[in-house]
């Protein structure tokens, strides 16, 4: 299993600025996983974050909007651009391999 | 295009009794299937997993269903407990992807 740390665990933000999220894992991991969870809907899957290469976004979701870092192989950060009350969901950070994915405890983002 | 599917927003059981949830999908391609947990202001938590190529998966008092021919699975709880009160996703993986496909989920009340 792997422990994730995500910060900040809420936070609550003004329409068009930005905020960036954290990820940090206790383990070196090929692939990080950034998903989103909008009220009442399932967890989507936003993109892959590789080390040392850009990011792969799933469709409906841009890197101008969602631009990712992912400096090393325990860190990443996902940034939700130019905000608007849409963007108000729970976002989670992920890492896992085709048997068992481990999430972090989520980011509670409100657009006012 | 929902591919994974939880019909039941949400189910109230007696402590003691079986909790049992239920999940639909529909594409073929999905080679293993996972149960999480997620209590309010946490990331979801792993449960249980099942391969496409077994029917059955027991881990104490879980156990998973997989029915390929009706494309379903279900989540059994036995006995179940106030604890197990939690919002409870459906996820499928991919076959040759790393992604995983959820449900939307499923609240879980178990009433003492």
């Known amino acids: 299993s792997a422990v994730i740390s995500q910060k900040p665990s809420r936070d609550i933000c003004q329409r068009g600025t930005s905020l960036t999220i954290q990820c940090q894992v206790d383990s070196q991991v090929t692939m990080m996983f950034w998903y989103r969870q909008q009220p009442g809907q399932s967890l989507t899957l936003i993109a892959t974050a590789n080390q040392g290469s850009e990011a792969t976004y799933e469709s409906g979701f841009v890197i101008d909007k969602f631009p990712i870092s992912r400096p090393n192989l325990t860190f990443s950060t996902l940034t939700v651009s130019n905000m608007s009350p849409e963007d108000s969901s729970i976002y989670l950070c992920?890492?896992?391999?085709?048997?068992?994915?481990?999430f972090g405890q989520g980011t509670r983002l409100t657009v006012v | 295009d929902q591919q994974v599917k939880q019909n039941s927003p949400s189910l109230s059981v007696q402590e003691g009794r079986i909790s049992i949830l239920n999940c639909d999908y529909t594409n073929s391609m999905f080679d293993y299937f996972l149960w999480y947990k997620k209590y309010p202001a946490e990331g979801p938590t792993f449960l249980i997993s099942i391969s496409s190529i077994k029917d059955k998966n027991e881990d104490g008092r879980f156990t998973v269903f997989l029915n390929k021919s009706a494309k379903h699975l279900s989540l059994h709880i036995v006995p179940s407990q106030p604890g197990d009160s939690a919002v409870y996703f459906c996820a499928a993986h991919e076959a040759g992807t790393y992604k995983y496909i959820f449900g939307t989920g499923t609240r879980l009340k178990v009433l003492a």
């Open positions: 992920s890492v896992g391999d085709n048997t068992e994915a481990f």
